[in-house]
Structure formats: C-alpha cells, structure tokens
C-alpha cells in the first residue's frame, strides 16, 4: 500500500485521541493529506503536532462539536474550500455514557445519539458527491456493544446498533455510488476512553476498575487489550484498492472476544 494514499484526503471525526489518532497517523504515514475533527482544541494541537512529526502532509485540523448540524456542514465547507475532495471520511467521534440505566436521564440518550450516530449521519450525507466523484470510502469506528449489549452500557449498546444498521443500508446506496462502506467494531482498546468508561460502570457495579478489567481479560480469554493500531490498520486495508469488493461488511477487532456466530 506504499504510496497509495499520497495524493488522498482522508477526514477522521474524533481524530484528536485515541482510536481515530491512531487512524490518522497511519494514513500521514502512506503519505495521506489528513483532515482531525475534535471538539478539543487543547486535544487537536496535540494530535496535530503527533501526526506532522511523520514528515508528510501537515494535518489540517478542525475544531466541531458535531453534534451541531451547522458544525458538520462548518466541516464539510472547509474541507471542500481547502481541498476540493475527500476520499475518505472515518466516522469515529463518540462518547457514550456508561452506567447503571436507572441513572442515566434522557440528556444523556440524547447526547449519545447526537454526537456519534447523527455526526456520522450528517457527514456521510454532506460529503457523499465528493465521496462519489473520487469512488471513495466510508469507514465507520462502532463498537463490540452493537453485537453484545451489556446492562451498564446500554447507551452506546444502542447507538452502535443503530450505527451499524445505517452502515449496511448505506452501503446499498455505495454500490450504486461506488463509494464502499464499511464497519470496524472494536474490542476493548488502550484509549483515555476506554479508561472513562471503566470508571463509569466502576461506578454503577460497586467494583473498581483494576477488578473491572481483569474480570473483561478473563471473561473473554483474549491474550492482551488492544491497541489503537490493530484497528487503525484493518481501516487502511479497507481504504486499499486491494480491498474494494469488500462492502458493506462488519469486522470485529477484538481478539475474538466477541462470543456467536456472525
């Protein structure tokens, strides 16, 4: 894939930390002109500095809380008026609350949904003619939860379910279009979310979250947790030509962890 994405936009929501940092660093390392949105500016300059310390395109970064319309179409102008193309939009803002579901109010539903399924929502739609005119891609970041909800996550078990349905009938409308999409479902990952979220079922067990994480290691038996790599090099392949007839497909990245048959 040396080279491939040399001459490519790739937008990446939630680009300033974690999982969706990890993606964009890979894609600057082929040599991809990349695009991070974060509501954090203290998060993006950091992430930003990360990413043009690799020597290729200096990264372009975007303050937006996507969960604003006017803040993704704020996107979407600036990455038309910049580049005039976008080759990629990885999906992957998101921060659900966790909890026990007695506690958790309508704001916190609201807010859920807001962010992570209408930001993709809205994104997918504002920028699917650039997308079209290049046959590019969508990736979209979910999560295990969409396939196994859990008591203490049933917001993000929700948003992701939905999130992933969109996904497939999106890609309905890639054949068409010839733009692919797709789904990457992550395990449990080294992130700063990943820890936030302990905390938050911490909370609503009554355990700590060093039990909270030996439990989920000895639970579902994997070697080790993962890493914002494993998932950002699967979105790479998927980006490839060498994996252009792979549409509308969901993959886990979580060690087989997820237990059934899918």
């Not at 319309?69 to 999906?91: G, I, M, P, T, Y």
């Not at 650039?130 to 948003?159: C, M, Q, Y």
């Not at 379910?161 to 990457?184: C, E, H, P, T, Y």
Request: proline share 3%.
């Amino acid at each position: 894939m040396a080279g491939e994405f040399s001459s490519k936009v790739i937008v990446v929501t939630g680009g300033s930390r974690g999982i969706g940092l990890g993606i964009a660093k890979a894609f600057a390392r082929e040599g991809a002109q990349t695009v991070l949105v974060s509501s954090s500016a203290g998060n993006l300059g950091t992430a930003a500095r990360a990413v043009n310390a690799l020597d290729g395109p200096q990264a372009l970064p975007i303050e937006a809380d996507l969960r604003n319309a006017a803040a993704c179409e704020s996107v979407f102008a600036k990455v038309k008026e910049r580049f005039k193309r976008c080759d990629v939009l990885v999906n992957c803002a998101g921060a659900t609350m966790a909890g026990a579901f007695l506690d958790l109010p309508d704001a916190a539903w609201i807010d859920g949904f807001a962010l992570k399924f209408f930001g993709c929502v809205r994104l997918s739609r504002l920028f699917w003619p650039l997308l079209k005119a290049v046959e590019g891609h969508v990736i979209n970041i979910d999560g295990g939860a969409a396939r196994s909800p859990t008591a203490e996550f049933l917001i993000g078990g929700s948003v992701n379910a939905a999130m992933a349905n969109f996904s497939k009938g999106l890609s309905q409308l890639g054949k068409r279009d010839g733009v692919n999409v797709n789904v990457i479902h992550p395990g449990t990952t080294e992130t700063e979310r990943n820890l936030q979220l302990l905390a938050q079922r911490a909370a609503a067990t009554g355990k700590t979250v060093a039990e909270l994480q030996a439990e989920t290691l000895a639970k579902s038996g994997i070697r080790r947790v993962g890493k914002p790599d494993d998932i950002a090099e699967l979105a790479l392949f998927l980006c490839s030509e060498r994996a252009r007839h792979i549409q509308g497909t969901a993959i886990a990245v979580d060690g087989g962890a997820t237990v059934g048959y899918y």
